[in-house]
């Protein structure tokens, strides 16, 4: 039952309009609450953010009464607090405020401001000839059917994913190797339940586009009247000497993945481990295991993710990585990977193309992912893109299929963010496949609904947090760098002629969200500008939506 507690230290409610302030709940320990003003209203709300905790008072908060998160661009609305933006899943709790006798008031339950979130309901007793078939169970698969629920849709559910686990936080897996799938899943088998979710762990085999059926490898069929295509992406192995036929050579996908991983490391540790790969989910990888390792990690450019960062930024990454024990052999080609000399089925070594063998316990590959669409190879009805992905249109519905959507890895589509031109491209972004989700959604539950749109953002764990907010589908030709890259405190723009098409940034909060939003109106400083110093974060944020 709601309780009036009062809020400490403040007399009145004198945020000005576009302030945001957190402050202090009197009786509760701990409790706190984020004041917000916006059109002479003061709004309270929840003062962390549902996905990671972080705090909303260092977010960036919109003329229309968007809320972002500093850290991983969830936005909630301040007016109802509901999810706006991934990768965020539970709204912000609300409560009332008010001023009593030189004094500021809130009224709640104790336990919803310590939680700082509100449940979502989606209690649901499925009715009706609608049936929603969902393939996969990652991300772009969680944001669909929760917000599916969210917004009414009251037709069945069903998700089909080939993994052994309710969807969870795939992005744990590489930058924590967490293994245990309980501490990973975003929601219990009674969530689902209650919200007559069914979910299903088999292998799709076939999609009938006629008779609107998914098969299954068990021989199960499941009828559709709209189909969710969200199967995610395959990691690459390599077509090389010794890596199809020895032992203790990895993939990182799933779960198993990372149990596995962690047995060939073993507790005792101190294991010749070699990364091949210096991509996001390599550096990851590699970062989670230097401590008590020998960590090598082997990538083709001149500096880690130079091909999406630039070498300048890349070697930032490289240098912070370095402290942790890694070592990097840059430039380098693998050539083969050889026994053991101990066990001949088990990986030894790898060796490289200049000459150089690396001592290896265990091989962990991180060179890429394919569109993990093996089930529509040889569809007649669709046609795949050259790269395997599904092309769709900005609602993410198949063009030759209508009521056939694509999302996350698997999806190419039009991109209309700065520099994008309305251009084909496939975003292997966790948010941008949740985003893709929740649009398929609303476009389900509620036809005549525009797709909002979004700017990708990602974030990954190199030593220190990266934030990375835009696309560079039709590549930069300009870097400019703010703040104190010898220190890892920066913020890298992307630019494609003036246009800031990307942002980069660690330790400089809320550039990158910030950075978002200007995107989003279109109103970024453009790369000129930010050479000649200017911040993005005294750029003011119109109201009108441009992409």
């Not at 970024?524 to 930010?530: C, F, G």
């Amino acid at each position: 039952m709601a309780q009036e507690y009062k809020i400490k230290g403040l007399s009145a409610l004198d945020l000005k309009n576009g302030e945001k302030r957190e402050v202090e709940v009197e009786g509760i320990e701990n409790g706190k609450v984020l004041l917000a003003k916006l059109g002479n209203k003061t709004h309270a709300m929840s003062s962390n953010c549902t996905h990671y905790g972080a705090p909303l008072k260092l977010g960036v908060l919109t003329p229309e009464g968007r809320l972002t998160c500093a850290w991983h661009g969830a936005c909630f609305n301040v007016n109802t607090g509901d999810v706006e933006d991934a990768p965020a899943l539970d709204p912000l709790a609300k409560f009332e405020v008010y001023e009593q006798s030189g004094a500021v008031y809130i009224k709640g339950e104790e336990a919803t401001i310590k939680a700082s979130r509100r449940n979502v309901n989606v209690k649901c007793k499925a009715q009706g000839q609608e049936k929603v078939v969902v393939v996969g169970g990652g991300s772009g698969a969680m944001g669909a059917v929760q917000a599916l629920r969210e917004q009414g849709f009251e037709g069945d559910i069903t998700i089909i994913s080939k993994e052994p686990n309710l969807p969870l936080d795939r992005t744990k897996l590489s930058k924590a190797l967490i293994a245990d799938k309980s501490k990973l899943e975003w929601r219990s088998q009674d969530w689902y339940d209650s919200a007559s979710i069914a979910t299903v762990s088999d292998e799709v085999s076939v999609v009938d586009f006629n008779s609107k059926s998914v098969s299954t490898n068990s021989g199960k069929s499941f009828p559709y009247t709209k189909l969710i295509l969200a199967s995610g992406g395959t990691p690459k192995a390599l077509p090389l000497p010794g890596f199809k036929d020895l032992s203790n050579i990895f993939l990182l996908r799933t779960v198993p993945d990372v149990q596995a991983i962690l047995g060939a490391v073993g507790e005792d540790k101190g294991k010749n481990i070699v990364i091949i790969g210096s991509s996001f989910i390599g550096m990851e990888v590699a970062n989670a295991l230097s401590s008590n390792n020998s960590v090598t990690v082997v990538g083709m450019e001149s500096a880690p993710l130079e091909r999406v960062m630039g070498s300048e930024v890349g070697k930032i990454f490289q240098k912070l990585i370095s402290k942790s024990g890694v070592k990097f052999q840059m430039e380098a080609s693998v050539d083969s990977a050889q026994p053991s000399k101990e066990d001949k089925s088990k990986v030894g070594s790898v060796s490289l193309k200049d000459g150089t063998n690396l001592p290896a316990d265990l091989v962990i590959l991180g060179v890429g992912v394919s569109p993990a669409t093996e089930y529509l190879q040889n569809n007649s009805a669709i046609q795949l893109e050259k790269d395997g992905s599904i092309r769709t249109n900005e609602s993410f519905e198949v063009a030759s299929q209508p009521g056939v959507f694509a999302v996350g890895d698997i999806a190419t589509y039009p991109y209309h963010g700065p520099g994008g031109n309305g251009n084909l491209t496939r975003i292997e972004h966790w948010n941008v496949a949740q985003n893709a989700g929740r649009s398929v959604a609303a476009s389900i539950a509620k036809p005549s609904v525009t797709p909002k749109p979004f700017i990708p953002v990602f974030w990954s764990a190199l030593g220190s947090q990266l934030r990375y907010c835009g696309n560079t589908l039709n590549g930069w030709d300009e870097l400019v760098l703010q703040g104190q890259p010898d220190e890892a405190k920066f913020a890298a723009f992307y630019g494609k002629g003036d246009t800031v098409v990307a942002v980069a940034s660690m330790q400089m909060d809320p550039v990158m969200s910030k950075s978002a939003e200007l995107m989003r109106r279109g109103n970024m400083p453009s790369l000129n500008e930010l050479r000649k110093g200017r911040s993005v974060l005294d750029v003011g944020l119109p109201s009108e939506v441009k992409i």
